[in-house]
């Protein structure tokens, strides 16, 4: 396993391929033996031979990608974790690809923990700052698809009661500007979330960070100082759209 795995790491350094011979030489294996390894790995898919010259193939590729993701995800999580002790609040990161929110990440606290979803939050983008952040950030034509699919519906005494009233509050909306709800998801609960320029421009993203309502003086203020340090970082949360 570890002579297959050296000649695969051997492989990956050579972007234009590299013959029997040459692996052999650089990982310190006789060319009877790379020989063997060699169609081993072709046979298995995680390596291509196109030549006499080798390169990965799909099998690594996918080994390769996972990993990468794996990496991604790590990353996101220990940001959102670091910015929930910064800010001493629970930390979301959402998307919305493929017609539907997706929550990507949550880092609370026993102390500070998540609102809890109790109502589907695909279905209810409406009502909470997070779906309201991403629906701002799409146009006209993909608001109207998802609101068909997911029509405005009163889930607290606070919610947004119909479509009109909703689009037009979407539209008030400013660039960068924190969305901010009251108990319109949750009773108790309070939200802020703001945009997050995603690579690329291929999905919108959010970022938001909830409390209980008695606290709700602190809600605006600590999500500017989010927004603020985020900043930095926003590379770490853009890249892991594609998790």
């Not at 001493?88 to 997706?102: L, N, Q, T, W």
């Not at 990440?105 to 952040?133: K, L, M």
């Not at 509050?169 to 609960?189: F, I, K, M, S």
């Amino acid at each position: 396993m570890q002579r297959a795995m050296r000649l695969l790491e051997a492989v990956a350094d050579r972007e234009y391929g590299a013959p029997a011979k040459q692996l052999a030489r650089e990982v310190g294996l006789a060319l009877p033996t790379a020989y063997h390894l060699l169609r081993t790995l072709t046979h298995e898919g995680y390596l291509r031979r196109e030549k006499g010259l080798f390169f990965l193939g799909e099998a690594a590729e996918r080994l390769s990608g996972s990993a990468a993701q794996q990496k991604r995800r790590s990353m996101m999580d220990d940001a959102l974790a670091q910015w929930r002790d910064s800010i001493g609040a629970p930390v979301y990161y959402a998307v919305y690809r493929k017609g539907e929110i997706e929550l990507l990440g949550v880092a609370d606290s026993p102390a500070n923990p998540a609102a809890e979803e109790w109502a589907d939050f695909r279905e209810t983008g409406h009502a909470h700052a997070i779906g309201q952040c991403l629906l701002s950030q799409l146009d006209e034509e993909a608001r109207r698809d998802h609101l068909d699919r997911h029509p405005v519906q009163s889930i607290t005494p606070y919610t947004v009661r119909d479509e009109r009233t909703f689009l037009r509050r979407l539209d008030r909306l400013g660039w960068q500007e924190p969305v901010v709800e009251h108990q319109e998801y949750a009773l108790g609960t309070v939200c802020a979330a703001f945009p997050l320029t995603a690579a690329g421009g291929t999905a919108a993203a959010s970022v938001a960070i909830s409390m209980p309502s008695h606290q709700c003086g602190r809600l605006l203020p600590a999500a500017r100082r989010l927004q603020t340090e985020i900043g930095s970082r926003s590379g770490t949360l853009a890249l892991s759209i594609s998790i």
